[in-house]
Structures are given as C-alpha cells and as structure tokens.
C-alpha cells in the first residue's frame, strides 16, 4: 500500500521539552511497527521499533507505545534537541514470521525544536 | 554495521534517457532489497521488492518495464528509470534487509530529469 501526504502534519516544540509524535496505521494484522527519522535530503534512519505483542519499548531518549485496540502508535521524545528536528515516518510490516518485508508507511511528521 | 550507499547521490538527465541507479549494503549481505520513490513532502512509496537471483516484485502501478530492477549479487542491486520523463523526477530511496531481518536504508537518490 501507499500512504501519500500533501500536508504533513506539524509539531514544534522547545528545547528540552518532550515530544510526542503519533501515528495511526490501518492493518491490524501488522507484526511490527518501526519509527524513522528522515532529515532533509537523505534516506530514513531507523529509531526504534515494536511488535505486535508488545504494548511499549524504550530506547535511549525514545519510547513508543503501541495500542492496538484503536490502532495507534507513538513516539515520545525526551528532552528534544534541535538534532531531533526531522521528518517522523512510522511503518508497519504484515509479512508475518520475523521478517521486515514490504513496509507501508504512515504520512510523516515534521518535528521542528527550536532552540 | 549495517550500511547502505547510493551511487549516484544526484543526477540530472535528458527526457528520454536512461539512468541507473545503485544500491549496495557495505558491510552485510542483503538478499532483498527494496525500491522506494519519494515526492516532496510526501511519504515514502514502495515500488518493488528486489530479490537476489530472482525477478523483483513489482507493486500495482509501477511500470516493470520503464523501472527495471537487477539484484545480481548479495550486495548489489540496480534500479535503471528507462526514457526518463520530467515526471520521474524524485527523490529514489533503497533499502536492504540484514540476516536479522531489519530493514536500513540508503541515503537517497535525487533524479531531475529535464
């Protein structure tokens, strides 16, 4: 599938303030769910991510929750940077077993910390 | 670990032409990668999975025969955009899947096609 945004969603925040960016995605089927960071002019970077049977995982200055009762998933940030500013894309995998395979990702984010 | 390059980073064509695009893991094997295009503020979209050794899967409206893709080796795989057109100009993203099945990404392809 394809997800296409005219217009990203927006957060901005301050310096050191925590950040939540979310993420609805559609299938209810989907095994795992990752978090990418995507600064301008290059490919995605990989956060974090998270399989269906769990409901939260942490990472250094990264948590994401997943519910999937509503079928939503976010990121927090802690202590947000201006190093942080980027866009925020979620993905989620129905290929089942333990593999990644075809990603669908979710419309982006664009984080702005200002400092 | 676990890096992906490019080549080219940018490339600016004629309409009509062709152009190849590479996408190599540096320090894994991959024996599937994938193809994504990215518009300006948009998302990434998938446009097929390559599989080494085998013919890639396209996904419902990519052209097979204007993007064709190679998967020759473990560690290479080509995406040529053949008779390039204005519209083919994106940004064209490669991934590569690592033996733990992770997912990363290359920094990226910018096509300007004129």
């Known amino acids: 599938g394809e997800s296409v945004g005219l217009h990203l969603p927006t957060l901005s925040v301050q310096e050191g303030d925590n950040s939540i960016i979310n993420c609805a995605y559609s299938n209810s089927a989907s095994d795992y769910f990752i978090w990418y960071k995507q600064e301008s002019g290059k490919g995605p970077q990989f956060i974090i991510d998270i399989r269906s049977n769990m409901d939260k995982r942490q990472g250094q200055r990264v948590t994401v929750l997943l519910n999937k009762t509503v079928k939503h998933l976010s990121l927090q940030i802690a202590a947000t940077q201006p190093g942080d500013s980027a866009v925020y894309f979620c993905?989620?995998?129905?290929?089942?077993?333990?593999?990644?395979?075809?990603?669908?990702f979710g419309q982006g984010t664009i984080l702005t910390v200002h400092p | 670990g676990a890096v992906v390059s490019q080549h080219p980073s940018r490339v600016i064509c004629k309409s009509g032409t062709s152009v190849k695009i590479e996408c190599r893991s540096l320090d894994f094997q991959a024996t599937t990668m994938f193809w994504y295009r990215q518009f300006p503020k948009q998302s990434l979209m998938l446009m097929a999975t390559?599989?080494?050794?085998?013919?890639?899967?396209?996904e419902q409206g990519v052209e097979k025969d204007k993007f064709l893709i190679n998967h020759a080796s473990l560690t290479l795989s080509t995406l040529t955009v053949t008779s390039a057109h204005p519209e083919d100009s994106s940004f064209y993203i490669c991934s590569a899947e690592t033996g733990r099945h992770e997912q990363y990404f290359g920094p990226g392809t910018r096509l300007t096609v004129t």
């Open positions: 390559s599989n080494e050794g085998s013919k890639a899967t396209y």
């Open positions: 993905a989620e995998n129905s290929a089942g077993g333990t593999s990644y395979g075809k990603l669908t």
